[in-house]
DNA sequence: TATGAAAGACATCATGT
DNA sequence: ACATGATGTCTTTCATA
């Protein structure tokens, strides 16, 4: 698993401003010949420096409402319990398309990121989906009002 | 800005899992003419329901732990100062490369995702860029242990 | 690993149903 | 919305260094 070079993250950076560069652009734009290119790319894709390509979803398809819910799990009186009682909310979230996100931290707290249309929509989400969830010590709900860095990350994880 | 129809929603998935899929490829798939196809996709990109191509980068270049901080800021004696600590720390942090994602909740509460290569390097950083921030009332890290949806998140964000 | 050249595959566009 | 065909561009491969 050897290290990238310049030429690599040129590439890189490049075809994620914008996958659909051709090869031939990209050897411009980096004044190297097209082969190479075209060999660095195959090699980044064989590495798995490349996961895959995609597309971003736009604003309209996106939620216009966010937040982030962190779930405190009850402690049962049998420990073992713990384990299985997180597992299943996160299984039961990750169902759920308004689910973008879905983490475990600790031992007994669940992360979750939420959107929807509408800030209504997202709150009746929060208290019909979220609150009725069983075995909850605590659940803390953070809207994310104003996103400062890694904005279009909702429309990566939205599904259509 | 109309609808989009099953065609376009069929077509975005199937990028989704994979942009470099050929208009034949998914005409194919779709059983549908590779006019019909290129015409969707034009449309798709025009409208902006497209946002753009891009690369998901892999394991490799992924930060091996990541977590969650919960900021509040200290609530100052004059409160249109509190609009301006926030929005400095935001600035702040979001020139960070170990910070994948800033966003602002409610007037006084800034949330960040870092990543970073070990957990040592993740405590460190979060004791001497986090911590250290002036005025703030309270720092909550929530390690992100096991990622149930939307685990690729990290290699979307993951600057190179 | 890098390059140049050549062959084949592809997107794109125009026209017509 | 779909079919077809013409055009130019791009990818891919291979031989060579």
Known sequence: MMQLDDLDRAILRLLKKDARLTISEIAEELGRPESTIHFRIKKLIERGVIDHYTILLGPEL????????????ETPIIE??????????????????NVLFVAKSGKDTVI?????ETEEKLN???????????????VNVYPLDD?????????????V
């Not at 409402?65 to 962190?70: P, Q």
């Not at 979750?112 to 929807?116: K, S, T, V």
């Not at 996103?147 to 599904?159: A, D, H, N, Q, T």
């Open 147 to 159: 996103v400062k860095k890694g904005e279009e990350l909702v429309g990566f994880l939205v599904e």
């Open 124 to 138: 009746a989400f929060i208290e019909e989906n979220i609150k009725t969830l069983p075995t909850l010590k605590s």
């Open 80 to 97: 073992d319990f713990l384990e299985r009682y997180v597992n299943h909310i996160m299984r039961t979230l990750s169902m759920l398309p």
């Open 62 to 73: 996106r939620p216009k409402k966010t937040a982030l819910v962190i779930l405190q799990v």
């Open 112 to 116: 979750a990121l939420l959107g929807d």
